[in-house]
Nanobody, 123 residues
Framework: VQLQASGGGLVQAGGSLRLSCAGS????????SAWVRQAPGKERELIAA????????WYARSVRGRITISRDKSNYMTWLQMNSLKPEDTAVYYC?????????????????WGQGTLVTVSS
């Protein structure tokens, strides 16, 4: 399974970005999707997750209300819509996936990772 994240870039504070994650390399369903970010000098932070069943997303408190995770199950695409971006959102953003029943809100439960895409928010 390979995950390819894209869509990062430079944006001014208050702006928006939409990140994409394309999955390939096999048939893997059901699967839970997630986005994780790592700011400079900080640990990775799970910010959004979407379970296969129920489609009720989970969001970290730091981004709740400003981001939306979505997915197309049929072609293994996951997106992260980010609005009202702040300089503290500057980070490398990774998409991740898991295929077991472990909780979706723990970063350690995700076994498949994309390579990351850099988001820089200027003030």
């Amino acid at each position: 399974v390979q995950l390819q994240a894209s869509g990062g870039g430079l944006v001014q504070a208050g702006g928006s970005l939409r990140l994409s994650c394309a999955g390939s390399g096999g048939t893997f369903s059901p699967y839970d999707s997630a986005w994780v970010r790592q700011a400079p000098g900080k640990e990775r932070e799970l910010i959004a997750a979407l379970p296969w069943r129920g489609d009720r997303p989970w969001y970290a408190r730091s981004v709740r209300g400003r981001i939306t995770i979505s997915r197309d199950k049929s072609n293994y695409m996951t997106w992260l819509q980010m609005n009202s971006l702040k300089p503290e959102d500057t980070a490398v953003y990774y998409c991740a996936m898991k295929t077991d029943s472990a909780p979706i809100d723990r970063i350690s439960n995700y076994g498949y990772w994309g390579q990351g895409t850099l988001v820089t928010v200027s003030s």
